[in-house]
């Protein structure tokens, strides 16, 4: 048995500063050369060429001793990027002696930065698929098929990017955001044993709203995905949080204050301001009813110029103004349910507590001196976040950037025709954040 040599007593590369021939300055396909190219029309794509790398030099994977002495050289077809088209690339590997004496393994296959361990694709083709997938809304079946891989693979590549770069837990958030929105249709599945269930899906994204970036997407709706997630933080991360943004549920609420009992909670005014116009719209319908017994049409202005009903005031100009005039003045309930909507407005303007107090005080007044139902009910569900709202007027973050990206979860949806696999829609949206926060 001979003695094991030092790594630095190997064999070295041969030098690599000599000139390139003209095809493998065409494939430029860095550490390799071109040993041959043919058309064939036996070949899928046509044609073919043969690489080889530059480097005769290996190194064992098991104990990192160099090795050029040649066991045998197989013949693998890789994908790669197209060359003036498509191209099947055919890679001549080392398999290489290890001259390590004391080393369990005898043979082993020389790797390269473009192709590692069994790789059947280069490094550059999947950077091209990954960054094709993470810079636009694209299917990814369209994207997989310019570069000549599966769907599958893409896939793969896309799970692997994110999984080695994403990490919430290193994000300091100071701010965050919970929404959620639809992710799969209503299905309605007959169960084995005879019943039939209603299934639902739907996703919750968590966003840092400091920049916009998308933290995490979870499977569910309920506020026991939101405890869930909360509590994989870790301690110090959790602490960090100040402000959490959320729409009026009642269930992230509780979810929230239970994990994060030290954050304050901020109700999206967006949600107080459509309560409100939808406090205005199922008055101005249900009055054509008691007055018409009919639905609203053309001729009815309540109808005709129903928006107008559900604008701030000081948006409108003279003429619009004029219009709600004459439709308020022709229906005093709808008065009524406006004149609270725009007080309503009107504190959410507010930004200081004695502001604020000012305007609830007219809004509890506004809303209990009616008997209409619909005002009553809208200051109970008011009343209920009153401290959120509070929180919203004061610090005035909103759940914006929760909403864009909401927006850009549903784009990549469109773009694949819908997704059946949670895992693989969490992965695209993660992947498209990643490239963007990496922009």
Known sequence: MGVAKHPSEGPRAVSQDRPRDAATVLLNLPGYRILDAQD???????????????????????????????????????ADVPVGGRLEVRVRK???????????????????????????????????VVDALG????????????????WPTGMRLVSATVTAVHDPDRV????????????????????????TVKIDPWSIVFTDLDTGSVLDVVDGRRGTAVRWWLRQRPELWRARIEIVAIDMSAEFRAAIRDVLPNAAITADHWHVATRSNHMVTQVRRRRSWDLLARRGRVADPAWKYRTLLTCRQEHLSMAQRSRLDQILGADPELAVVWAVK??????????????????????????LATDLPEPAALFKTLKAWKAEIRVFCLTRVTNAKT???????KNIKRAGRGYVNHRNYRARILLAATVKNAA
Do not use: M, Y
Not at 99 to 124: E, H, I, K, P, Y
Not at 173 to 191: A, N
Not at 349 to 364: G, K, P, R
């Open 342 to 367: 725009e007080i309503v407005v009107q504190l959410l303007a507010t930004t200081t507590d004695s502001d604020f107090d000012t305007q609830w005080a007219h809004l509890e007044t506004a809303a």
């Open 94 to 128: 080392r398999r290489l002696w290890c001259d390590n004496d004391s080393c369990a393994r005898v043979t082993f296959t020389q790797t390269t930065d473009q192709l590692g361990l069994r790789a059947r694709l280069t490094t550059r083709l999947a950077a091209r």
């Open 135 to 150: 810079a636009e809304a694209r299917s990814v079946s369209g994207v997989v098929a310019e570069a000549g891989v599966s």
């Open 403 to 409: 909403e864009a990206a909401n927006l850009n979860a």
């Open 40 to 78: 064939d029309q036996d070949a899928p794509v046509g044609r073919w060429a043969l690489a080889e790398p530059v480097d005769p030099v290996g190194h064992c994977p098991d104990c990192g001793f160099d090795s050029a002495r040649v066991h045998s050289r197989p013949v693998s077809v890789v």
């Open 172 to 195: 300091a958030v100071r701010r965050l955001g919970v929404d959620e929105h639809r992710f799969r249709r209503i299905r309605f599945v007959k169960l084995a044993d005879g019943p």
